[in-house]
């Protein structure tokens, strides 16, 4: 184990054992990000879980993508939920990078907004959308946890959604070398909505495929895209890549 990843788990250990005195600590007071190079962000409290702010959330995925995401690099934080990632990373690409952070959620995007205004970040462009891979108007389900917000038939709250390519090709946004994709269930109709992006662009990209629960066959045809597409894929946190929850997949064309 790696002394970074050590330290990690110690903070959160520690820390974990006073649950119930940190409960205590008013949802809305800001206070600074504990660890890991999100150290000394600013971040509301109350906005979700308390690994969030003690900077040991998804501690594999945040350390691995706190090491590939450099100075000028472009990033999409797609699912950027309330913005741990989209913190580090406008914290990591700097003033000549630039991050776009895709959210549809309304409460999320409160709290993502506040995030980005405390820190004086100016580097980071919000789509209030859902990425898919059409256009138009769809359905969104609230869950009770907000982690979990997903494109529903089903669900009351009306968004938008786009796909990736469109907005590539209007414009819109610049080419990424990184994405991070967590979208609860729709990330292989994110991949369907960006063939161009893949083919032309190339980007690492940080997948996650939990939500197969729900939608099993979810993570195979993800994996299938991106191999087809020339991408090899390495789990994070498991033994193989047919039992990983989060990928990690960087451009590897087989001649």
């Known amino acids: 184990m790696s002394p970074t990843l050590l330290s990690h788990y110690l903070v959160g250990f520690i820390i974990s054992l006073g649950k119930s005195v940190l409960n205590l600590i008013p949802a809305q007071t ?50 950027a939920h309330v913005g741990f990632y989209t913190l580090l990373a406008s914290k990591l690409v700097g003033k000549s990078g630039h991050v776009y952070a895709f959210e549809p959620n309304p409460k999320n995007l409160s709290f993502l907004k506040q995030h980005l205004s405390l820190n004086k970040v100016a580097n980071t462009t919000i789509f209030p959308v859902a990425l898919s891979n059409q256009t138009g108007p769809a359905n969104f389900s609230l869950a009770q946890s907000d982690l979990m917000g997903r494109l529903d038939k089903q669900g009351k709250t009306k968004v938008k959604t786009t796909t990736l390519d469109n907005l590539l090709k209007r414009k819109l946004l610049k080419p990424p070398n990184i994405l991070k994709i967590d979208a609860e269930g729709a990330e292989y109709s994110i991949l369907q909505g960006a063939s161009f992006l893949l083919s032309h662009y190339h980007p690492d990209i940080f997948l996650a495929t939990h939500d197969r629960y729900y939608l099993p066959k979810t993570h195979q045809l993800c994996c299938r895209v991106l191999q087809q597409a020339g991408y090899s894929l390495k789990p994070l946190g498991a033994s193989n890549l047919s039992s990983a929850e989060e990928i990690y997949a960087f451009y590897h064309p087989k001649n």
């Open 30 to 79: 800001i206070i600074p990000i504990v660890t890991g190079k999100s150290k000394d962000l600013k971040w509301i409290r109350g906005s979700g879980c308390h690994s969030y702010w003690l900077g040991t959330y998804e501690l594999r995925k945040n350390i691995l993508f706190g090491k590939t995401v450099k100075p000028k690099h472009v990033v999409y934080d797609i699912g």
